[in-house]
């Protein structure tokens, strides 16, 4: 398999936290969730988010994509700063430049694949980029079943929809929450595959918390959070790789 260019010419910034913090709670309940993590996304790049259960990942996903405030630090999309918006200004923000895979395909039941395919948009008044929107359709393999409800595909399939309406808007950055977590791991690879693929072919960014190793080996690098820091980082991951250095953290764990 060749590699495109795109991956080695990732040094543009999608987005970016600094010194980010998230603290719940005060006093005897206070929680801190992430302690001052500073990180990059870069553009054309498939990152992986992994860590213990209870060390951030999905906190600082959620506040990178402006799907929960924080309580220090700055996060940026692009040029633009996070924490200056308005909540109406953080609404338009995620639906004209982010994407979002979540584990559920959260799917209209009522409405065709192509229509949910295309439903962000039409929210937002735009016409879909048909040649892009071809493009994606075609990657993810859906052609064939544009016409189908969500009752009528399979999960790996409505997770396909999920995909293609991640990708359908062009957008600057795309996340993930476990995107696989509902899926056999017939289809999980497959979808792994497509945003592999978004990356590699359509110059997609990429970012996807998982917990899965075989999951991180899809992407470009791996970060690795801990008790709400980022503790280290792998480029070209394998899944024994990244088993090791998971298994690595653990001792550290039992024994601190």
């Not at 402006?66 to 220090?72: A, E, I, M, R, Y």
């Amino acid at each position: 398999m060749t590699t495109t260019p795109t991956t080695a010419r990732a040094t543009s910034v999608a987005a970016r936290a600094a010194d980010l913090s998230k603290v719940y709670g005060e006093g005897e309940t206070r929680v801190v969730a992430l302690d001052r993590v500073t990180v990059d996304f870069r553009q054309g790049e498939f990152t992986a988010i992994m860590g213990p259960s209870g060390s951030g990942k999905s906190t600082l996903m959620h506040c990178v994509a402006g799907l929960d405030g924080f309580s220090g630090g700055s996060v940026r999309i692009g040029g633009t700063e996070l924490g200056s918006l308005s909540d109406k200004q953080l609404t338009r923000l995620r639906r004209d430049k982010i994407g979002f895979i979540f584990q559920a395909f959260n799917l209209l039941p009522t409405l065709t694949a192509l229509e949910n395919i295309t439903l962000p948009m039409d929210i937002a008044g735009r016409r879909p980029d048909e040649r892009w929107l071809r493009l994606v359709i075609d990657m993810v393999g859906l052609s064939d079943r544009l016409g189908h409800r969500p009752a009528q595909l399979s999960g790996g399939q409505q997770q396909r929809v999920a995909v293609a309406r991640a990708l359908a808007s062009r957008p600057e950055i795309v996340f993930g929450d476990e995107p696989t977590g509902n899926l056999d791991s017939r289809s999980g690879a497959e979808v792994l595959g497509f945003l592999r693929n978004s990356v590699r072919e359509l110059g997609q960014t990429v970012v996807m918390v998982t917990h899965d190793p075989a999951a991180a080996a899809y992407a470009d690098r791996v970060v690795f959070l801990a008790d709400g820091r980022i503790v280290d980082e792998m480029t070209a991951p394998t899944a024994d790789g990244v088993l090791d250095r998971m298994k690595e953290f653990d001792a550290r764990g039992r024994t601190s």
